[in-house]
Each structure stands twice: as structure tokens, then as C-alpha cells.
């Protein structure tokens, strides 16, 4: 009998929730608003809707209708919450997803919804439009390999590092950032002796810190928020003080706010990233302006998911105004009006795609300097225009060093 | 027959239901309440709480993608037949060894050493390449095909999933009036005179995980062609706690408890999001799942059946008055 | 087995020489050396804490014995397993209701008679064996609680838990039944029904109970053993033992130590 009910309370709720009318225009937005990244996750949610009300909230009188649904980092929980936003919410585009194993998860679903169009959010691990890519996942943006440009060459040419260990968590966004650390290293004449590969979440580094050789030049260290801070500590308690250099996700405002007693060792020391938050072109001192103009409680700067996402549905409102928002063909139309869009990223570079979807961008090589007041900021020092996702190299020879992995780049 | 009265109906909702009603609310909760069915099972019979039952689920789910088809190029394809009562088997003996493990332990002391063992594979997945393909895990893995498609198309998973749900209510009723299922009432009850009575504690315990290993496998072989991948965030804390979530507002005192606690959970962790602020809505999640322990401290199935005795003895009364 | 019918004919039922069992620095028996005949009935009466369960519980393998040596049916058992000296025939009651609350009496029953008769083997077929099903239903008769066969056992009385206790040690035949004090918290009406119970046993069954009901102490037993401090006090004939001077000062004088 109550499963009789349960039924037909479902049927009932079904009926209630049926897609959105036809004047609207269903647009996805898959972010994590659970645990750690919940603010990250919030950003990105920022920049979709400041790419919506760019475009005046509707499309060739169409109104754009998000829906935004949360996923935890897990692939499993992208995937439901896009199977739920296409088969619930008829939504025929989708913004997202935020990390790594949650692009490579949408990618592979991405196939059994041929007339679905997932455009991704800011996950950036390498294989999700490198090998094996789907027709209908598109990135307008870099992957953690192309995140890094301009950082191994500025490190061996500039500041004349030689050897260099490698400390970073281990799991698919940073054996990518790696990859474009190295390949650039390596390739300018530099060696990468040892690797450590350390668990997220780890709190106790002793092991790695003493292990580290102690005749290299730095340490590139591509570990997040607290885990680096952890690392960082142990690592001057233990008295070294040999230089480092940040990933893209390394040097963000937990590590440079921290008043831990790492800080004078930071100073100097270069990262990538594709987003500086106070870089000071035009295009991007008005759309940080734009930014704290709509969102008063928001971060203190764009970060890189609200950079990324608005770059996303900034692409799928382009893509929509020049279909008139007609998406009845399964969007065949939208899509090879994608493959070809260029448009002026908020960094001011142009964004294209390359064959596989995946964005040709700029990115930058900063440097941590200490501020006026005392306290740690960053320095854009370096812009590296037109990165494509291999780095340069030709495409064959990049694909056939093989998939990105704890031992792929290797130069000891 | 009475089964019958609830089958027939849930047989006949893919007529009525799109497929996202079919696999995402009625799959998914069938999946996940024969997961929680196998923590209910041990709760109710065996009197210890398992936090390790996504674990054996991951057992299984991790054995059909090592065995089977993957994308990521890591393990050993075998033919279905044998992969399947692999996934099964390797799920019993991982519940069979925890078991053994946890013999001596119950109440508080059963629920540390079976979360340790838990977290334990949890990090274990995530470092090993061998097997578990580290933190990315498999993806790709297809359900056998059926037809033009697979077996893990709307349609085709929800009979499986119904079938395989009903099967393992089935079983676990047939199994608590077996001597061995009596057997592990009797160490729940008065483990001491049990062993006075010549049989070992040791066994039931350690049968009573391997079969919930079974039931929990079943359903980890499901989840993973629903997923179509397996990875260490199948067997983390996330789960664990749903997992629990679900035995707990389900109710332990019937074996269908694990699929109405299944299906209020996932009705609630899909749609809470548009009935409030997203700031908020695990919060709403938090108070609803609260509102029913406090109103249900045995489970909704318990307060649906009192519910309606009371409305059968009120009507009852009406008439003889 | 003809050596063990040997046994039987010439060796004690039970017989302890010496045995103890200490907590740290505290003896809870000491120093115990009694035997009992086969189908003796023995009763052992003591005030509170005079060790009477503690003996009971290193009779049957629960305690380890701290020193001494159990010879049953002049086999030596000190060493021996629970499951090894209920298949040698000796079995118990608790003094405190211990049963499967969560089970009817059928299966409750059931397991005692599959247990004792091959230990963890006779639980994992599938089904119940219907040679068990009727043993157990013979034992509810002889237990008297035939129409409770399929109640649960948290619905039974006190006192039909306590018929159910001896039905679950007259399992499989016994040889040797310690029981701990089958009619403490019975009503004065059930107490006669239980001492006929009693007396009903198996004429062979040697029979070892503890009990403060003297009327039922003393119907039904016909020697008795007196512990104090957890070291024997008197043993003999009821009226030998009454006669005893210790044993009077004690149960008469009410005093609990020297």
C-alpha cells in the first residue's frame, strides 16, 4: 500500500515538473556548493550569471532559465546531477562541471546524449578533450597542463633552476600541471630527479620533507589549499629553505594570508595560472569591476572558476544569439556555430578551440611579491599568449608520449 | 503474496514514469536501499552496526570493472558468467573476513572498527594502481548487453534492480529462519549461552557478514552499470553516510525499510536544491532527515504501519459503535 | 563405547580436586574437593557470595580454573573446551534468565538440540531437520511448556523461562545437569510444579543444584554440599548437614564471615 502511494505522489511530482515552456530556454549550471570548494563553487555560479546578464537575460527573445544543481567533487555525483538537469529539467546545454574526474565523467556521458551540449565549467584535467574526445563536450579554457605555461622555461632561463623535485597530490589535475611544468623544464635543459606523489588530505609530510634531495635548485609544489600550507610548514621547520614553485591552485589567498612562518621563503616564487586577479588590462579591470559591481559579498576578485565558468556560458550565449536559440535541429546548428567562435576573453586574448574543443588560451606567470603593507600578493610577470593544449608540440608527438601519469613526463 | 500487492504496481511504473523518474529517483533508491538493506540486515539480526557495507558493495562494483569492460586499461576482462558470482563471492569472503575482524566486538566498538576498515579501503583505492586504478577508478564500465543496448538502460535496470531487490528481501527472510539465521539471533541475543550450548559465536558472525556481504554486493554490482564507473569516491565517507542515512529513517525493523528510507532520501537529495536558497539546501536535507528520526525514532516504516493500524482500529471502532 | 560405559560403572560422575578460581588477589573458590556418583542429586546451598556460581561456572569451562583439576566420569576435563565437556554430557541452567529473547521457544529449542548434538555443523544446512524439530518439541513436553512452542521467548513468565531453561539442558542427553538456582523469583504457586519437574528427571541424570529454597533443596536432593567464603564448609545428608554445627551458626546465626 505505501508504495502504492509513493507512486502516485510520483507521478503526480513528475507531471509538476515538467520541462520549462518553450519560450525559455533551459540552461544547466553544474557546480559544487557542498564541502571544501563551496565558495569556489558559488564563484563559478557568479560568472555564468554575469555571462546571462550580459546578454540581457534572454536570447533572441528567449528567456534564459538556469538551473543549478550541486555535485561534490565525486563523478558520480556530476553525472546524476546531469542526467537529472537533461532528463528532469530538459536542459539541452550544461554548464560544468568544477574539478577534474568530474569533466572526464561528463565527457564519457556526454555520449549518450548526442543532442545534449555540455560545455565545461573549469575542470581541467587533460584527457577530458585530448584523447578520445566527445563531439558535444566542449572547453572554452586550459587544462592544468596548458595552466602552467611559461613557468619551466621562466624557471630554468630566468632563474637559472637546474634540478627541481616535484611534491604534489596525487590524482589526475596535478599529474597534469606537472606535465606543463616539465615539459617546458625538461625541454630548456632542466632534470626532475624524484617525484612525490602525497594523498589529498595528507597532514603529515615528514617523510616527504627529509626525503627530498638536497642538492636540487627548488620544489615544484602542486598541492591545494591546506595541504599546502601543511607542507610549506613542516618543510621550514625542518630548516630548509630551498625555493619553490606553485601550481595553479599552490599560491591562492589561503597559502599568501597565512602569517605562517613559510611566508618569507614564498616571496619570489613563480606559479602559473590562467586568472590574476588584479592583472590590469582593460578587459579585465572592467570585468572585475562588473564582478563587484553585481556581487558586493562576493570574492574580493574574480577567481578562476567565475573567470572560467562566465567564459562557458559567455560561449553558449554567443552560440545561442547566432542560432536565434534554436536548438530543434538537436543542436547540430549551436554546435558548429562552438567549433568556430572566437570572442575576447575577460583576460583580453581571443578564445578559440582547437580540433578536440579545447580552448587556446593565454596564460600567465606570476610571481608572489610582498606588498606595501607587508602583507603577500601577486605579480602578473610574464603573459604567454595562443597556448594550445600541447603545448606547442606537434600533436602526434605529444599524444604518443602516452597519458599523463605519476611516471609520464619523466626527466631524472 | 502480499510482496505481490507492491511488485505488481512497481512492475508496471515504467508505463507511466519518464526515464528519469525510472533510473535516477526509482533505480537509484532501489540500488541504494539493497545496499542499506544489508546494514538493516545486520542491525536487525546480528545486533551490530556495519559502516563498512559500502565497502563490500565496492568490493563487488570494483571486481565487475577490474573483470569486465573499462576505458581506463587496467585489469583482466573475463567472460560474465564468471565475472558476476566473482564480484559476489569476493564480496562475501571481504564480509566474511570483516567478520572475523569484528567478532568480539559489538555496540560502539562494532561501528569504530568497521568505519576503520572502511576509511582503510577508502584511502587504499585511492593508492593503488594495480587494482583500483587510484584516485580516477574506472570509467566505462557497460552493463552486458541486452539487445540493441545494455542492461543498463532505464528500463532494463530498473526490472534488474526490482528483481534483484526483491530477490534479497527474499533471501534475507529465508535466511533468519534458517538454523544459522537462528543461530545469529541467538548471538545477538545471549551470545554467551549460545557458546553453551556447543555452537561457536565465531560462525554466525562471521555467516551473517558474508551474506550481508551478498546482499551488499548485489547491490554494488548494480551501482556500478548504473554508474557505469567505480572510483574511491564510490566507497568514501559520502556513501557511508547516506548508507546509515537510510537504514536509520527506513527503520530496522522490516527488511523493506532499507527501500522507503531509500527512496524519501533520494526524492530529497535531488529536489531539495530547488526548494531553497542553494546556500542552504543541505541544511534543509539535515532538518528534514532530523524532523523524521524525531518523529520516527523507528524508521518510517514503523510509523506507516502503526499509522495505519491505528486508522484500521478507528475504523474498527466506528463500526462497532 | 564400552571404556566410557567402564567408566560410568566404576568413576565418579564429577569429581574436583583441589580447584579454584582467583580475581586478582581475591579467591572466589578455593581449595574445592567433592565428588558426586552417577545419578546422585546433590544440592549446594551457601549465603550470597559463598562461591556457589563461581564453581558452577569452572565446572563448565566458562572460568578457567585457577588451580585443581574436574575429572567427569574419570576423564580429566580442567583443560577441556565448553563445547568438548557438553559433548562428555555435562550441562547447565543460569541463574539469571539467559535466553534468546528474540527467537520462539521452537527455535530457541532447536538450537540447543542441534547445538549439542554437533556443535556448529548442525546449524548450516538450510533447513531445519525435522529429527531436531521433534526432539525439540519432545523436550517442550518434557519441560511442560508444549503450548508456548511458538511464542516468543521476551513473551514467556518467569517461571515458563525457567521451564524452558531446563528443557534447553535436557537436550541430547545429559549426563550431568548443574542447575543454578532454578526457583529463585518463581510465585509460591509454580515453586511445587517445579520441584515435581524436578523430581521427574531421568533417573540416571546426576543432578547438581544450587538453591535457597530449602523445601526445594531438600525434596529433591539427597546430599548436600555447603560452601562459605568460597571453601567447603559440611557435605553429607541433609540432616547431617543441618546438624552441622558452622552450617546452623551461619544459616541460623545469620553471621557472613569469622
Redo the contacts between chains.
Sequence with gaps: MKHLKIAVSAIALSAAAMPASSEEITIGVISILEGAFAALGQDGIRGVEMAVADAGGSVAGNEINLVVVSSDASPDSAVAAARRLIEQDGAKIIVGPLSGSEGLALRDLSRSYPDVTIINGSSGAQDTTLRDPSPNFYRFGGDGAQWMAGVGTYAHDTLGYEKVAVVAEDYSFPYTQVLGFMSEFCAAGGTVPEKFWTPIGNADYSSVVYSIPQDVDAIFVALGGSDAVSFLTQYQQAGFSTPIIGGSITIDQTVLSSDASFRDMLIGAPAGTPTVSDYDSPEWVAFAAAYAEAYPDGLGAPSIFAHHYYMGAQAAMLGLEAVGGDLSDGGAAFRAVLDDLEFIQPTGGTMRLDENRNGIVDNFVIEVVELDDGSLGTRAIQVVKDVNQTLGQDLETFLAAGPVSRDNPSCP | MKYL??LI??AL?PL??????L????T?ALIMGTIALSLSFLATYLGVVSFAQVTLAGVAGYAIAYFGPN?VGVGVPLPLIVTIPLALILAMAAGAMMGYIARRSRGIYAIMITLAIGVAFF?FT??N?VLFN????F??VIAPALGEGNWGDPKPLYFLSLIVAAICVGLVQGFVR???G??V??V???P?????????TT??IVAAFAFSGLIAGSGGILNVWF???V?S??V?F?PIIDILIISVIGGLRHPTGAF?GA?VYV?LD?FA?DLID??R??LLIGIVLLLIIVAAPNGL?QL?TDG?KKLRGGAAKSRTT | MPLSDAHNTTANALETQGIGKRFGGFWAVKDVTFSVKPGERRAILGPNGAGKTSLFNILTGDYKASAGSIRLFGEDVTKQSIPKRINRGLRRTYQHAYLFDGLSVRDTLFLAVAGIRGGWRQVLPVRLSDPRRAEAERLAEVAGITQFLDRMVSDLSHGQRRQLEIGIALAEDPKVLLLDEPAAGLSPAERPQLSKLLLSLPKEVTVILIEHDMDIAFQTSESVTVLFNGELMAEGTPDEVMADKDVHQIYVGGAHGH
Design positions: 500487492l507492491i504496481p512497481m511504473l507511466v514514469l519518464n526515464d528519469f523518474w533510473s535516477q529517483v526509482l537509484r576505458t584511502y585511492r593508492q594502481y587510484g584516485f580516477t577508478g570509467s566505462g534458517s538454523p544459522l537462528l543461530a539471533q541467538a545477538r541475543d545471549a554467551g549461552r549460545l557458546l553453551a550450548l556447543g555452537i561457536p560462525l554466525p554508474q557505469e564507473r572510483s569516491f564510490s568514501g559520502g522507503v527512496i526524492v535531488i536544491i542553494r546556500d539546501f543541505n516504516t506507516i495505519a
